[in-house]
């Protein structure tokens, strides 16, 4: 028996649209946790900044992940020899950097607790490596190598 089936077009692109934003919905949060696993950890404030959000406008859905924090972009390109510039980090006013050294040094005292570290002066250092934790988290979930990863201002 053959049967007569009405779509309507607003109803149907409606229903492509959530499929669409679902989906993407599905994505981000699969390339946020993967991201999550991927980035360092210090404090643990850029893993719990980074999130995603799905845009509908109108006939694609556009997807954002990544962290307002401005040291993700640092993480995630590297600084100094290993960043885009190439060059060593240089004090620019003073003789030297400084910096805090880690909490406790070396092994603990006899009798004693471990004591805050003091402070560390270099004339420059090499920076950080790169740790695209963002653009290995997309080429996870999108098994694709031609992922590129750009920053978003605003």
């Known amino acids: 028996m ?7 077009r607003e109803r149907m692109e409606q229903g492509l649209a959530h ?8 994505i981000g949060r699969q390339v946020v946790n993967f991201a999550r696993i991927g980035c360092n950890v210090d404090t643990g404030q ?14 694609s859905a556009k997807l954002r992940v990544g962290s307002p924090l401005e040291r993700a972009r640092y993480i995630h390109e590297g600084t100094g020899i290993y960043g885009p510039k190439g060059k060593p980090i240089v004090p620019v006013t003073a ?6 050294t880690p909490k406790s040094i070396g092994p603990l005292r006899r009798g004693g607790s471990r ?6 002066f270099a004339k420059s250092v090499k920076g950080i490596q790169p740790n695209p ?13 031609n992922v590129t990863v750009r920053p978003v201002t605003n």
């Open 133 to 145: 934790f963002l653009t290995d988290a997309l080429k996870k979930v999108l098994g694709s190598t």
């Open 19 to 26: 499929d669409a934003v679902a989906r993407m919905d599905d």
């Open 95 to 100: 003789k030297a950097l400084k910096f805090p």
């Open 2 to 8: 053959p049967a007569h089936v009405v779509m309507y």
């Open 115 to 120: 004591r805050p570290g003091g402070f560390v």
């Open 46 to 59: 850029l893993r719990s900044s980074i999130t995603h959000h799905v845009t509908l406008a109108g006939t």
